[in-house]
């Protein structure tokens, strides 16, 4: 089938197509897998009047069984996925740097600069940042007294644009996931 810029599929066309590419992706295709998830990745921005969840749970088993095989897009797509909190609302930055990591590893130019993104301290900016958090190991400080005044204070470094969201400024005792009491001292 091929298509010029403005024509469109026939519906019967393009559900042909889908449950081809479905068959080979359950065939074990990393590539008809990557593909295959991220389309529907996309379509959930087709439909935002439904409940997206389940859209964003059937490409992300497709696309991690592509990153699992070594697809290097899939793996950083995967690690977006995980850092940006399309899973359920919640934000698993050790999946995402694991996922991150694997698709620098084999060359993905995104992937590094992402990874030195999420090398950086939270509060200064310091490349490489060797400390983390010692609850959640999610958050990174280039010496103790980043730290601490992290901990207590609160303030991010600005991302691109200037925007600093509101859960990012509070003190880090309050927005750490592994503190079981909200304010612990």
Not at 38 to 44: A, C, D, F, T, V
Not at 161 to 172: Q, S, V
Request: charged fraction near 25%; aromatic fraction near 8%; charge should be positive.
């Amino acid at each position: 089938m091929i298509l010029g810029v403005n024509d469109e599929p026939s519906p019967g066309e393009n559900t042909q197509s889908m449950d081809y590419l479905q068959t080979v992706a359950e065939c074990g295709s990393a590539t008809a897998q990557h593909i295959l998830g991220m389309i529907k990745l996309w379509s959930r921005s087709r439909f935002k009047s439904l409940d997206t969840t389940s859209f964003v749970s059937v490409a992300g088993r497709w696309i991690c069984m592509a990153a699992k095989q070594g697809v290097k897009e899939a793996q950083f797509e995967l690690g977006k996925m995980f850092g940006c909190a399309d899973f359920g609302g919640n934000v698993y930055n050790r999946l995402a740097r694991k996922y991150t990591r694997q698709a620098s590893a084999q060359g993905h130019d995104e992937a590094t600069e992402f990874m030195k993104h999420l090398r950086m301290c939270v509060l200064c900016g310091a490349d490489d940042a060797r400390r983390t958090c010692s609850l959640c190991r999610e958050v990174r400080y280039c010496d103790s007294a980043c730290s601490r005044k992290h901990w207590h204070e609160g303030g991010v470094m600005p991302r691109e644009g200037g925007a600093i969201l509101e859960d990012e400024a509070e003190p880090h005792m309050h927005a750490c996931r592994r503190t079981h009491v909200r304010g612990r001292q």
